[in-house]
């Protein structure tokens, strides 16, 4: 079983930066998609963005394409998400997941969850 540990939320203004990172333990994600998503208070978790396996394919929400970019590193077992542009309507938790497939499937499956990073953005 994977363990996914995210980091890097916090509170920034309108128009600006962050950048979350994943951090995989006990087996590596090398093998599988990954992929972000986020849940806003009073709403329902949504899609933001996922990667295939070797990170030359990736697949975006139109609320944040253009805007947000996600990586990987599978020497570093780590999935990035970089953020940019932020707007108020971006302010969420934001949680990483593993994919049970190498590659990106819209509406797939997803088999474990990291706890989630709080991202807010004030106006």
């Known amino acids: 079983q994977v363990q996914l540990v995210e980091s890097g939320g916090g509170m920034v203004q309108a128009g600006g930066s962050l950048r979350l990172s994943c951090e995989a333990s006990?087996?590596?994600?090398?093998?599988?998609?990954m992929a972000w998503f986020r849940q806003a208070p009073g709403k329902e978790r949504e899609f933001v963005a996922a990667?295939?396996?070797?990170?030359?394919?990736?697949y975006y929400a139109d609320s944040v394409k253009g805007r947000f970019t996600i990586s990987r590193d599978n020497a570093k077992n780590t999935v990035y998400l970089q953020m940019n542009s932020l707007k108020p309507e971006d302010t969420a938790v934001y949680y990483c997941a593993k994919s049970v497939d190498p590659v990106i499937r819209i509406g797939g499956a997803y088999d474990s969850w990291g706890q989630g990073t709080q991202v807010t953005v004030s106006s």
């Open positions: 990667i295939n396996w070797s990170g030359g394919n990736t």
């Open positions: 006990g087996r590596t994600i090398g093998s599988y998609a």
